[in-house]
């Protein structure tokens, strides 16, 4: 568990005491000896029991479990970093009490490393909800306010009120409790689904429409709290089985993404980008409302009362942070001088239509590209499919390096979408180009290394996940560009 932050912290395998004591990440043996002797020094499988079975957790071991597992997600974390990138994570990243920076802390060490930390991640996100619903109802709570663990700083406050508040329920009474069911019908199914999907357009409505932001709470903290309430109210009082949580959980997530596609909030390419992340946090949210449903803990009110706000909670606004600037370059051989290829980075007339099947799905694609002036202080025009970016010149020097700032940019791309026009505040601004450069570099032969990079930064978390995909289609229209040039430039040296 993590108790700040966001982020669930469990066991993925046991480590030897020379592989745990790392540099900066201190405290990983210790939190592992005190969630033993919490639990009267048991065996293995009795920590394993605790952290994925259905017990009650009691303040002890919930208190000490959190430390080693928030000791081990950082071992975790920081071992896949330095394998990557050789670089270490600094322990203080799991302290602040804001998400993103461990997001941007673990991504500083490469996608892959991001991949890799995010697939490891899932068991955590499990465990730390798992035993905070646990905790919760063992403290006389609805365990359903164990899932408010999964919010910033209000699960810090939840994790301390957890430690110290007594047992309150009785392990036979949970065992009463347990094999009392309630009628099984086709209606809860479908109830369940409409419930999860209601509460995804909520939370879509409450974060973009009512605060002006797409947050983490709005794809991380919603679909899992989706993948919950679906899981649960579809499988209560009858004998739940987690793969019908699952299927409840992601029917959820294509209801919700159908919704928000025919009220003409969302298009079809930002749904199917997010659906990965949504589909598979509501899966880990299914497991926790399978869970609940077989041991029919919590209920009446104060459930129904958690499921309404939770997902008005993950639209909060957090305090705004300054965005990472991401870079992406890329580069092309040209069989021509650079004198030849300056003329043509420079300007360039139309180019043809796009062949790439990523740049046909609505995304914005460069066109042409003009000036007007030279030297520093002229501005040029790249003229894209969806307007045009203007970029005055920063940096002059041919035939070698050309520079540039963007002050004005066209939407991202144009959605797919039954309606000829939609309201999707992420299209204009939220993903903002600062400023392009050309390098040409000349090479023996009177060939010329021409590389282009764009700056650039997100306003959409997690800006990890994002960010994947962003730099996957930049790529794709430097490309474009870089070879449009290239062949101007080889033709004229032909000709």
């Known amino acids: 568990m993590h108790p700040v932050g966001g982020e669930s912290q469990p066991m993925c395998r046991t480590r030897k005491h020379d592989e745990i004591d790392r540099p900066g990440q201190g405290g990983l043996s210790l939190g592992l000896v005190c969630a033993c002797v919490a639990m009267d020094r048991p065996k293995g499988g009795h920590v394993i029991k605790l952290w994925f079975g259905m017990s009650q957790v009691r303040r002890k071991a919930y208190l000490l479990s959190g430390v080693a597992l928030l000791s081990l997600k950082a071992f975790v974390d920081a071992i896949t970093v330095y394998t990557v990138a050789g670089e270490w994570l600094h322990p203080l990243h799991y302290l602040h009490p804001a998400f993103s920076w461990r997001v941007d802390a673990v991504q500083s060490g490469g996608d892959t490393a991001f991949l890799i930390a995010g697939f490891l991640t899932l068991p955590f996100i499990w465990v730390g909800v798992s035993m905070s619903m646990r905790r919760a109802r063992d403290a006389g709570w609805s365990p359903w ?9 209000i699960n810090g406050l939840m994790f301390l009120l957890l430690c110290f508040m007594p047992t309150r329920i009785s392990r036979a009474a949970e065992d009463s409790t347990a094999n009392s069911r309630l009628p099984a019908t086709l209606g809860m199914a479908l109830q369940g689904i409409g419930a999860g999907a209601t509460l995804g357009v909520l939370a879509m409505v409450v974060s973009v429409f009512g605060f002006g932001q797409y947050g983490s709470g709005l794809f991380v903290g919603a679909p899992f709290v989706m993948g919950v309430t679906a899981s649960y109210l579809a499988q209560r009082g009858r004998d739940p089985n987690r793969f019908r949580g699952i299927g409840a959980a992601l029917l959820a997530v294509i209801l919700c993404e159908g919704t928000l596609l025919l009220l003409a909030l969302e298009g079809a390419v930002c749904l199917l980008t997010a659906a990965p992340l949504a589909m598979g946090l509501a899966t880990v949210g299914a497991l926790v409302g399978s869970h609940w449903a077989m041991r029919q803990g919590g209920g009446g009110r104060a459930t129904a009362a958690l499921i309404v706000v939770l997902p008005l909670t993950t639209a909060i606004p957090t305090a705004p942070a300054e965005h990472a600037v991401h870079q992406v370059t890329t580069e092309v051989l040209v069989d021509a001088p650079a004198e030849q290829v300056w003329r043509h980075v420079v300007r360039f007339p139309d180019l043809p239509p796009p062949s790439d099947w990523v740049l046909k799905t609505g995304i914005a694609v460069p066109l042409r590209a003009r000036i007007e002036g030279q030297g520093v202080g ?20 041919p035939p070698h390096r050309l520079g540039f700032n963007v002050v004005e940019q066209p939407p991202s791309l144009s959605e797919w979408s039954p309606y000829s026009s939609i309201y999707a505040p992420h299209l204009d601004g939220f993903m903002e180009s600062h400023r392009g450069e050309f390098l040409l570099q000349q090479l023996p032969g009177g060939q010329t290394r021409l590389v282009g990079t764009t700056w650039y930064s997100f306003d959409i978390a997690p800006a990890a996940y994002w960010t994947l995909f962003s730099d996957f289609i930049l790529h794709r229209i430097h490309r474009r560009v870089l070879r449009h040039i290239k062949s101007l430039s080889e033709k004229k040296v032909t000709g």
Do not use: K, N
Not at 145 to 153: A, I, K, Q, T, V
Not at 379 to 393: A, K, L
């Open 145 to 153: 306010f164990g899932l408010l663990f999964f919010l910033p700083l």
């Open 378 to 397: 002229a501005v040029r025009y790249c003229e894209f499919s969806t307007g045009d970016f203007v970029e005055p010149i920063t940096v002059w020097d």
